[in-house]
């Protein structure tokens, strides 16, 4: 497909009832498989070309397994994940070899994900040589990657250790760039860096964004950064989405009560306005995504749920919620059968 087939209305990347399960082995000498973790539990959305989704949620929630499956890093147990309307999860290792020119990641960590024993010149242009792209003037294609992402490129000769973490960063996406690719999947690309340096970062993310009409999955757990640069947020909780709207929508009429939650614990600048305003607590743990609640997994630490009347309950423990548009229109879908109950 050329670039002149695409529709710039329609989806690029579709992601359909994604489900990704790992094993659990019993000890011993045989290992049997006693169960399994519902990392992923039927994940649906879409991405289109020049936009950012952002992908929210605690820490074990799915998120990172979500995107990993998604570029079949992880192949998904069922669900469907479709690039320019191709199913990703059906191709053949040729067809997968090809399709990573156009899905590329930059990993959450920039140390980790480079290797150490190779100049930063050699890691960007790994890509190029691998996919037969390194040309007889590859030292321009990377010097032009390097600055391209604010980076010198008289530093091509040094090793990752003597950049810093947001520079290291930086390294990683010059390289996923590298291929020229269509869709980027950012794995929490700004959590392990200073405030000062993450502005930088996600600033550099939107002007490749608006140059070369990238799309974004933008995985986070800090709702403040996924505001300021996700055109639609979809908000998940072990192993599914409970929430997605568009950025303005869901932080100003969110209806889910952990969407609500994730939202009341964003700081507010303003000392006494943070002092004096109501926040909403979720407490407990998470459950085991081995043995989730019946119903809404979300009912355990539930806020709302206790506010209900006796038979509400039950439905929340007998009745999983499905994702559907709430009031606001398709564009805004909640998975929760009280949504927006006590607004």
């Keep these: 497909m050329s670039a002149t087939d695409i529709d710039p209305s329609a989806p690029i990347l579709e992601v359909r009832n994604l489900v990704k399960e790992f094993p659990i082995k019993s000890k011993g000498v045989v290992r ?92 960007i242009a790994e890509p190029l040589k691998i996919h037969g792209l390194y040309e007889p003037d590859g030292r321009a294609q990377v010097a032009d990657l390097m600055a391209r992402v604010g980076l010198n490129p008289e530093h091509g000769n040094r090793y990752p250790h003597e950049f810093s973490g947001g520079q290291r960063q930086r390294i990683g996406i010059a390289r996923a760039l590298a291929l020229k690719p269509k869709v980027l999947v950012l794995d929490e690309p700004v959590s392990a860096l200073d405030v000062s340096i993450q502005a930088g970062v996600i600033n550099l993310l939107e002007d490749l964004q608006d140059e070369l009409g990238l799309a974004y999955l ?4 800090d709702l403040s950064v996924v ?35 994730l939202i009341s614990a964003i700081p507010i600048p303003d000392p006494r306005r943070e002092r004096e305003r109501e926040r909403i607590l979720v407490e407990g743990d998470v459950p085991s995504p081995a043995d989730p609640p019946s119903g809404c997994r979300f009912r355990t630490r539930c806020p709302l749920r206790p506010t209900l009347p006796e038979g509400d309950q039950a439905r929340c423990s007998g009745e999983e919620p499905t994702l559907i548009g709430r009031g606001r229109g398709d564009a805004h879908r909640v998975a929760c059968h009280f949504a927006g109950a006590n607004d």
């Design 227 to 261: 505001r300021h640069i996700a055109d639609e947020v979809a908000v998940m909780y072990l192993g599914k989405i409970v929430e997605i709207a568009q950025t303005t929508e869901l932080f100003e009429h969110s209806q889910h009560p952990y969407t609500k939650a």
């Design 218 to 221: 933008f995985v986070a757990h």
């Design 32 to 123: 049997r498989t006693v169960g399994s973790v519902q990392a992923v539990s039927g994940v649906d959305f879409a991405i289109r070309p020049g936009h950012t989704l952002g992908l929210v949620g605690e820490s074990g929630c799915g998120k990172t397994t979500t995107s990993r499956a998604i570029l079949h890093l992880q192949p998904a147990n069922s669900g469907q994940v479709l690039f320019q309307g191709r199913d990703v999860t059906r191709m053949s290792r040729t067809e997968l070899r090809r399709m990573r020119r156009d899905m590329q990641i930059v990993f959450q960590d920039p140390y980790a994900s480079l290797n150490p024993r190779i100049t930063v010149s050699e890691i």
